[in-house]
């Protein structure tokens, strides 16, 4: 916990992240948190059935973040969990994913660094790696790939400028977050830059859920494909020979939500 000149009264916020999707995937110390909150500001990419592990009495907040709907600005979530917490609350600020994947966790704490308030941070298995781990897309291979790239298919200013070059490049899979809507440029983009058409990429919806999909193609028939097949956000884009694995290595099957083994 970070320590801040504070009174005693002001409480603490923890920024954790719920993981991918499947709630088994949260990590043992989230749970104990989210039991033990007076608060909980939730997104909307949180674990199915997580609010469930919060006391009764828990005050919950929604703050979730969909395309072109922000429920709550940032500016005004930040000032939210300074409030809470100088009310002498426990907070939990609970993500879908890992706080800092993506996840808008550094600009929250910059906030709770400059009102002196205590926070923490819980990471979470971010959706790349539970998402293509369930896919049956492994990240890196020593056939295929040496090095995995995060990028967002969606900028602040709502724009696609990433650094092509550096992401079109062979023996690298990319995994693009919040790019379904901007699928075809970056599929455009990729292959302006050097990847042939013929690169294989993927789409991974719902990725460790009940919901989830897998489909597989390549940059020059993907956008259609996705579209054809009306795969909406959440979904993740994977870009690299490692996914001319995923028919053999799949091994997630889907089952109606609340069935386990």
């Excluded at 298919?153 to 650094?163: E, F, S």
Aim: with cysteine.
């Amino acid at each position: 916990m970070s320590q801040a000149p504070s009174s005693q009264s002001v409480g603490s916020v923890y920024i954790v992240g719920s993981g991918p999707g499947e709630l088994e995937l949260l990590t043992l110390r989230a749970a104990r948190l989210i039991g033990e909150a007076d608060a909980i500001v939730y997104d909307h990419l949180i674990a199915e059935g997580v609010l469930d592990l919060a006391r009764p009495d828990a005050e919950k907040i929604y703050a979730g973040k969909e395309s072109s709907n922000h429920s709550v600005p940032q500016a005004e979530l930040n000032r939210l969990l300074v409030r809470l917490a100088r009310a002498g609350k426990k907070v939990v600020r609970l993500k879908g994913g890992d706080p800092f994947v993506f996840g808008r966790g550094g600009e929250e704490i910059e906030t709770l660094v400059d009102s002196g308030v205590p926070f923490e941070v819980v990471p979470g298995v971010t959706a790349a790696a539970g998402c293509a781990a369930y896919a049956g897309i492994p990240l890196t291979h020593r056939d295929h790939a040496q090095a995995v790239a995060f990028a967002t298919g969606h900028l602040k200013d709502g724009t696609i400028n990433l650094d092509w070059p550096s992401l079109a490049r062979p023996r690298l899979t990319v995994v693009f977050y919040m790019g379904v809507g901007g699928l075809p440029e970056i599929c455009r983009q990729m292959i302006a830059h050097g990847l042939p058409a013929d690169h294989p990429a993927a789409v991974v919806q719902n990725g460790t859920t009940s919901r989830q999909r897998v489909l597989t193609a390549d940059l020059g028939t993907l956008p259609e494909k996705v579209a054809a097949a009306g795969i909406r956000s959440p979904a993740l884009i994977i870009v690299g020979t490692v996914v001319r694995l995923q028919q053999k290595l799949a091994w997630f099957r889907p089952r109606p939500s609340g069935e386990r083994d």
